[in-house]
């Protein structure tokens, strides 16, 4: 079955950088992405990758994949106050996506 | 552009109810999916509507409905309502639909508690 594993929590100083890992199980996964969700907000979708990309970057965010490993990394760089927020880790095997339980970034001084 | 609306925003029901929330999306936007997220269970997708018609389906008891209006306008019912169902349901929408890449918006989410 399908299932996707992050950490629950991610504590950084503001302006270091931020890793937040992922795993999942399905090989047959055609597009990973990485959500953000605010305190009393939806999902805001911050980037995907494509499967058979190794890497995407996106001004801060870096996204690594590992397929071998079923492994997906965000790195937020720079990290600020304001990124403190739940990270979703979400796979997509056909249409219906399946999400992570999710990360929370604490970003302090 | 307005984003995906959704209402109310917050709603209290007891046991055995019927609750029916709303979704707006952006406009232009055909598909619309609907999430159930629990601190237990996560985010969870429950179906999505397209042109009117339940395109996908998750694992949800049949209780949980919905339907798409000619303005792709969509709304979510469910019934008899248990405990269980206290959740954060998000709405999300999409242009096309035709990508499976295409970006999902997601409104604020109507808070629902079961007493």
């Known amino acids: 079955g399908e299932d996707v594993e992050q950490s629950l929590f991610l504590s950084v100083r503001e302006g270091d950088s931020s890793v937040i890992n992922c795993t999942y199980t399905?090989?047959?996964?055609?597009?990973l992405y990485w959500y953000k969700q605010e305190p009393g907000a939806g999902l805001q979708l911050l980037t995907y990758?494509?499967?058979?990309?190794d890497m995407k970057q996106d001004q801060r965010l870096t996204v690594l994949l590992n397929k071998k490993d079923k492994h997906l990394s965000l790195r937020i760089a720079d990290t600020q106050t304001g990124d403190s927020a739940i990270y979703f880790c979400a796979e997509r095997v056909g249409y219906i996506p399946t999400f992570g339980r999710g990360t929370s970034l604490i970003v302090h001084p | 552009k307005a984003g995906v609306t959704q209402t109310p925003r917050y709603l209290i029901k007891t046991r055995g109810q019927q609750v029916t929330l709303s979704c707006s999306p952006i406009s232009g936007h055909r598909s619309v999916s609907w999430y159930q997220q629990t601190p237990g269970q996560g985010l969870q997708f429950l179906f999505e509507y397209f042109s009117e018609t339940q395109r996908n389906k998750g694992n949800f008891p049949g209780r949980f409905s919905g339907r798409q209006f000619s303005n792709s306008r969509s709304e979510m019912n469910v019934s008899t309502l248990e405990l269980g169902d206290s959740a954060l349901y998000l709405c999300?929408?999409?242009?096309?639909?035709?990508?499976?890449?295409?970006?999902?918006?997601f409104g604020p989410g109507t808070r629902l508690l079961v007493l």
């Open positions: 399905d090989s047959s996964s055609t597009y």
């Open positions: 990758i494509f499967s058979n990309m």
């Open positions: 999300a929408s999409s242009g096309s639909g035709r990508g499976l890449q295409e970006t999902q918006y």
